[in-house]
């Protein structure tokens, strides 16, 4: 079982569709899947047509311990535990430690006895310098940091830097405008080996697919957006393979 955590910058740069198409391309490979939504805002769930009233959660499973009979079977290897609600009348935000100690007591300790045989699990995370990304970060093998080329993300990144081991997933390429051309290759020259040789540029059926609550590799799966899912899946097999 190997295990990829996907953060963003700051929210707004795609970070959940990335999680949802590169499930699901995953799957189409062969691969069993299963994503793990560790944000308050819960909306990795729109991407497989899971309502909202429908609360249910690993973030409410703490009081039994059964967060494994939360998770959703969207189809054949691919499975999905949305954050939830800790009460579905009124919502509030996960505490940062509650997500903590779930996270490192009842999730990865018990993530090997599932009753499904899972090759990935994909974790949905909160902002790259949110407590609960730095808690995951030690125990997984692709580390994926989602940025968007414009300025408000290019200042963060360079306030921020880019964390040990992680590698740079650029998001909403747009090569016809001068500044998404030149924040790429500023991060090219800057992060190196770091920056991902998947880009995904901006396309519109990713807003579309997420209007249908599907991923946008099962919505269109001919368009850009799924072919650099598709490749971004390789990737992150072929470096499995290579890894104990």
């Not at 391309?25 to 309502?51: E, K, W």
């Not at 310098?129 to 580390?143: I, N, Q, S």
């Not at 921020?160 to 090569?175: D, E």
Request: net charge neutral; with cysteine.
């Amino acid at each position: 079982m190997k295990k990829i955590m996907v953060s963003g910058v700051r929210g707004g740069v795609g970070t959940t569709s990335v999680v949802a198409m590169l499930a699901d391309a995953l799957c189409t490979y062969g691969q069993t899947v299963l994503m793990i939504d560790l944000t308050s805002s819960d909306l990795l769930r729109l991407h497989f047509n899971v309502p909202w009233r429908d609360a249910h959660g690993w973030c409410n499973s703490q009081a039994d311990g059964g967060w494994q009979r939360r998770v959703f079977s969207v189809r054949p290897g691919l499975y999905f535990l949305p954050s939830g609600q800790l009460r579905p009348e009124n919502p509030t935000i996960i505490p940062d430690d509650d997500a903590c100690a779930w996270l490192e007591q009842q999730c990865l300790p018990h993530l090997a006895h599932v009753p499904w045989t899972i090759d990935w699990v994909i974790f949905d995370c909160p902002s790259v310098r949110h407590p609960v990304t730095t808690c995951l970060r030690p125990h997984v093998l692709h580390d994926i940091t989602v940025v968007w080329p414009d300025a408000g993300v290019h200042a963060l990144l360079g306030a921020y830097g880019l964390a040990q081991g992680s590698h740079l997933l650029i998001n909403g390429v747009r090569p016809e405008r001068q500044l998404s051309a030149d924040i790429v290759l500023d991060w090219r020259v800057r992060f190196k080996q770091s920056v991902l040789p998947v880009w995904l540029h901006e396309d519109e059926s990713v807003q579309e697919a997420m209007a249908w609550k599907m991923p946008v590799t099962r919505y269109r799966p001919g368009c850009a957006a799924s072919d650099a899912a598709r490749s971004l899946a390789m990737w992150c097999i072929g470096r499995g393979n290579h890894q104990p």
